[in-house]
Nanobody
């Protein structure tokens, strides 16, 4: 059974940082594009960042460029999202995704809550 499990979410003050992790199991994702999405209350899920299997290609949503950084450790089947200079509008459930197929991904995690508030 293929699973993605996120961790690292929580409550942080504006301007603070968090690092999300997503560990895959059941298959290796070393050659797959992995990414992060988020969904705020009453909003649609939106793309945050993605990274190729080799690590040579990264993409970011305009809203997080310069503040968030995606990375991965293929030996650990893990993708990370370093989030700096967090803003209240970054509050959302963050989802890990793996193995992009067309415009979608074949595997999704259960999500981890990130709340940015003073």
């Amino acid at each position: 059974q293929v699973q993605l499990v996120e961790s690292g979410g929580g409550l942080v003050q504006p301007g603070g940082s968090l690092r999300l992790s997503c560990v895959g199991s059941g298959r290796t994702f070393s050659s797959s594009i992995m990414g992060w999405f988020r969904q705020a209350p009453e909003k649609e899920r939106e793309f945050v960042a993605s990274m190729s299997g080799s690590g040579t290609s990264r993409s970011y949503a305009d809203s997080v460029k310069g503040r968030f950084a995606i990375s991965r450790d293929n030996a650990k089947n893990t993708v990370y999202l370093q989030m700096n200079s967090l803003k209240p509008e970054d509050t959302a459930v963050y989802y890990c995704a793996a193995d992009r197929s067309g415009l979608s991904f074949n595997y999704w995690g259960q999500g981890t809550q990130v709340t940015v508030s003073s």
